[in-house]
Every structure is written in C-alpha cells, then in structure tokens.
C-alpha cells in the first residue's frame, strides 16, 4: 500500500504544480473568511476591554492563522464531485482496478497538502506580521498538532467520501450536502472559537465529528489546553475515523450494486 | 476450459417514466412511475483462452452493458458469468489483475501529465515489479509508435493518440482478457488500421482473449473469426463472420467481363448461383467472372432488419 500511497501522492504533487497559480489564487481566497472572523473578534476584543473570555486580539490572530493551516489541511473531496465522477465515466475506470477508490482520493488529495504547505508559508509569514498572533506551544503540543492535523484530514475524507455516495441514491443530494457542511460551520470551531460558546452547546459539539478537524487541531497548538485533553482529542479523532471507516464498509458495496443500476 | 462463461445473463433497468406538462410534475411528487428495460435478455455464450470475438449489434443493442456485466461494473439481474473462473459482481482483486474494460470515448490516464506519469501510476496500482514493467512499458511504446508521444502531457494529444495511450496504459499489468469498447470510434482510417494490428499482435504475443465491439466492419473483418450478434439484448447469431452472410444474405452478386469489355452484374439466389453461372458462360463471351457475398456492412444490416422483424 504504501507504493500505491507514494506514486498517487507523486502524481497528484505534479499535477498541482502544473496549476501553482490557480492553487495560490485558490488559498488566497480561502484567507479571506478567516481573516474577516480575525478582524471582527479582535476588534469585538477590545471593544471589551482587550479580550473576550481570556481571548487577546494575539489569541484570535494564533486561532485563525492557524486555522488557516488546518484548512487548507482538511480539504478532501467535495460530496458535489460524486455526480460528475459517475457521469463522466471516471467512477468505471476506478472500479476496474484492483485497489478502493478511497485510497486514490485518501493519496490524492494528501499529495496536493505538500503543494499547499510550500504555498502556504509565505502567505502565513504575511499574515503573522500584520497580525501578531501571540503563540508559545510546548513541543508536546506542537507533535500532538501534527497528528492531529492528519487525523482532522482523515475524518473530514472518509466522512465526506461516504456522504457522496448518497449520489448513488438520489442525484438531489445538494441540500443534503449545504446541511452538513452548515452543521460544520457552527460545531467545528470553523466561525468561532468553541471556547467562546456556552458550556451546553460545547458539550454538544463533543458527540459530532466536526469539532475534531477544526478546533481541536487548532486548539492543540495555539492552547490554552491541558496534556489530558491533547490524548482526549487524539483518542476522539480515531473513534471518529473508525467510526467513518465502519460508515464506509456498510454503504460502499451497497452503493456499487447501486451504480449497477444507474449505468454509468 | 473455456476463459468466460455467460449463462442466460440479463440486466434490466428500472427507468422514471414521466408525461409532460405540470399536472404529471405534480403527480410525479407523490408518485414515481417507473417502467422496466430489459437491456440484456438471456443472452448466453462461451470464450475459449486466445479467441478474438467481435460483438456486434446497433446502439442500444445491449454490447456495452454485457461487457459491462464481464468485468464486474455492472450486477446482472439474471443469469450468470464468469470471467476466469471468477464472479465479476464481487470484483475480485484477482480478477480485476487479469481483466482490461477499454472505453473508445473514455479517458483514464491523468489529463494533466505525460502518459509516462501515468503509466508510473498503474505500475503501483498493479504492483508490477519494475524488472517487468520497463520492458513491457517499452514493448507496448515501440508496437504502437508513440515514442515521441509518452513525453507530452495527455491534454496536448489528439484523439488517435490519446486512444493508443489509453490503450497502452490499459495494458501494462498484461491482461489475460481484454474488453474493448470501441476502441477506434471517431478515430481516421491510419489510425484504425494501426490500433487494429497492435490488437492482433499482442492477441497473438500474449494469447489473450478480446471481446471487440465495434461500429467499423473493418474492425471485426481484420480481427475476429467469430462474431456474436445482439439485437434488442438478445443473442441472434453466434459462430464465425462467414457464415454469417451464408446465413443471413440470400444473394450473391455474379460479375462477369465480357470480351467486348462490357461488364454485367447479376444479383442470384444463392441457391441458383451455379445455375445462373453456368448460362452466363454458355450465352457469353466471359473473360473474368466473379462471385461474392454481399459486403459484410450489407449482410450486418439485414442481420438487425431481420431481428428486427423478429421482436
């Protein structure tokens, strides 16, 4: 597998960079929507007098510049590309060979993170100087960080992948798919930091997935966060994989025999 | 032992049916009509190990589902095949390893990238040890001439060449059975005629079984000795492209050149051909006389107008 692994993360690492301009557009875009949450908290901060429940505009600055790292960490396969993927053929070429087609998107997509790095660094060496982020992780914190920035990247993929496969059911999937991606919105930590909330609605963020690929990544490094809950927070990312992982092995045969149906 | 089983397969589609206007719209809110398509009725035949089978039929016939059904992208609803030995609905690694499904309007190797990249890709897919791949990507390189093409992104590849990269890719594990779908539609004769000779070179390398659906008779008439006709999902001949004009034509054409140079066509039962032959010798002054069956694309026409009839 791990051969598979490289030469999909290859191709995908060469194919990005054939697109190396539309990538930096594509991220430069993306910074917009944490920038303006950025902008909005620090200046509601100080408006309260310099910080909002222990947040200093520098907290907000490290959560969102963060964020922005763990974003660009988390993009995997949209639901929506289902569609185009059965019409045009691409899902019988995948088919017919002897591998899952989760591993080619798992590869795929994991190979464009590298590209997404390189191009990310100078955006977020700007964004540190015009913002200031107040930032001092332990090197416990900063491991944790990176695994669980991968872990957030394998929830989001393997539960996405199988949201998709509702395609193999009904072709108006879209309203079903703007109704997660809105309950991530509010659970993640995406809009706001969770921290901010009341205490019974970050109790409920606990039983969703989502608050494991935002929050909790961006928590792990920016903190304030106890060891415990670094382990708590690795431990939910992998019942959360698991958990897709078992999601994915009940719809994927059931789906295939549906394709049966539709052609394709 | 024969290399594919198919026993009274069938596939049928459940399809939405739907009269126009709102009043239909409304209803179909609360009640979906849906009607069944048989694509494939009970369609039954046997591939010994090396046979290049042409399979044929008009559109809709119910080829590409069939080829479909083989290598396990589609569930048959009735019957039974095996492809090797092995079920193709479960779509076994094993199978799938031994098994190739090419697409004439289809692409699979990464756009983006010169086919290199993505032969690379299917070396890892295939696990392919690289003692045996560089040779054989090189064979396959060098049988169908694109040793200056393997350099340059797909994107920037007409069609022709693109489909001999498809082709190539589709190849590199060595397939022991080979679908292929068109594999020369919209291509121009040079290129038909090269695909076809790279087909029946690697059929004859490597004794590898194809089934070939194609819209080109000269497809069929350079590859296949024996042909299977499908018309409205039903099987209506299976045996070799021969006697299939002997079967279905009723005529032959006489040609006879006289020696004034004038020359005289005559279209006889085949039944009365010698009859018909021997009183153009007596009556004529015949120096050439040829007798043929009618053009294979005549003798495929009145195949689907009589099973046509037939349905």
Redesign the interface.
């Known amino acids: 597998m791990i051969?598979?692994y490289?030469?999909?993360m290859?191709?995908s690492v060469?194919?990005q960079f054939?697109?190396r301009a539309a990538n930096y557009f594509y991220m430069i875009g993306m910074i917009a929507e944490p920038v303006v949450y950025l902008v909005v908290w620090s200046t509601i901060a100080r408006a309260h007098g310099g910080s909002i429940d222990g947040l200093t505009p520098g907290a907000f600055a490290a959560y969102y510049i963060v964020w922005t790292l763990v974003r660009n960490m988390n993009i995997v396969l949209t639901p929506f590309a289902w569609e185009e993927r059965i019409k045009?053929?691409?899902l019988?070429?995948q088919?017919?060979?002897?591998?899952h087609p989760i591993h080619e998107d798992l590869a795929s997509f994991a190979g464009w993170k590298i590209v997404v790095l390189l191009l990310w660094i100078p955006i977020a060496a700007v964004l540190v100087l015009l913002f200031r982020p107040t930032l001092s992780p332990t090197p416990l914190q900063c491991i944790v960080f990176f695994f669980a920035i991968w872990g957030a990247y394998l929830i989001r993929a393997i539960i996405q992948w199988s949201l998709g496969l509702i395609t193999f059911w009904t072709t108006r999937v879209s309203a079903i798919f703007e109704a997660y991606i809105l309950s991530e919105m509010l659970l993640s930590g995406r809009v706001f930091p969770l921290v901010l909330m009341p205490k019974w609605f970050q109790t409920l963020t606990w039983y969703f997935p989502f608050r494991w690929t935002f929050s909790f990544p961006i928590v792990a490094l920016t903190g304030p966060i106890k060891n415990r809950d670094l382990f708590i927070g690795l431990g939910m990312q992998v019942a959360w994989i698991l958990a897709g992982i078992g999601l994915l092995s009940l719809v994927w045969p059931r789906a295939?025999?549906r394709?049966?149906?539709v052609?394709? | 032992m024969a290399i594919i089983e198919v026993d009274n397969l069938s596939k049928t589609f459940k399809v939405p049916v739907r009269e126009q206007g709102l009043r239909a719209s409304v209803r179909s809110l609360v009640h979906r009509e849906t009607k069944e398509v048989t694509a494939v009725d009970s369609v039954s035949f046997t591939i010994e190990p090396g046979e290049v089978v042409g399979f044929l039929g008009p559109n809709g016939a119910g080829k590409t589902t069939t080829l479909k059904m083989l290598s396990g992208l589609l569930h048959p609803t009735g019957g039974r095949c095996n492809v090797l030995g092995l079920e193709p609905k479960a779509r076994p690694a094993e199978l799938l390893r031994q098994i190739t499904l090419v697409m004439g309007n289809r692409n699979q190797l990464q756009w983006d990238l010169p086919a290199l990249d993505s032969f690379e890709l299917n070396r890892a897919i295939y696990r392919i040890p690289r003692a045996e791949f560089i040779p054989r990507r090189d064979e396959l390189i060098e049988l169908l001439d694109v040793g200056d093409l393997v350099t340059k992104p797909i994107r920037n590849l007409s069609l022709g060449e693109r489909m001999k990269m498809e082709i190539a890719g589709a190849l590199l594990h060595r397939p022991q059975v080979l679908f292929l779908d068109e594999p020369t539609i919209g291509l121009d004769i040079t290129m038909q005629r090269r695909i076809r000779t790279f087909i029946a070179d690697y059929n004859n390398r490597h004794g590898a079984s194809v089934i070939l659906t194609s819209h080109y008779m000269a497809d069929v008439q350079a590859l296949c000795k024996r042909v299977i006709v499908i018309h409205h999902g039903r099987l209506v001949f299976d045996g070799d492209l021969t006697t299939l004009g002997e079967r279905f034509t009723t005529q032959r054409t006489i040609t006879a050149r006289l020696a004034d140079g004038e020359e005289i066509t005559i279209r006889a039962l085949r039944a009365d051909t010698a009859s018909v032959t021997s009183k153009l010798l007596a009556d004529y002054d015949v120096v050439d006389l040829t007798i043929e069956d009618p053009p294979i694309d005549d003798v495929i026409e009145q195949v689907f107008a009589d099973a046509g009839d037939a349905s």
């Open positions: 051969p598979l490289a030469a999909h290859r191709q060469l194919t054939q697109y045009d053929g691409t019988s070429g088919l017919m060979r002897p591998i295939v025999r394709f049966s149906s052609g394709g």
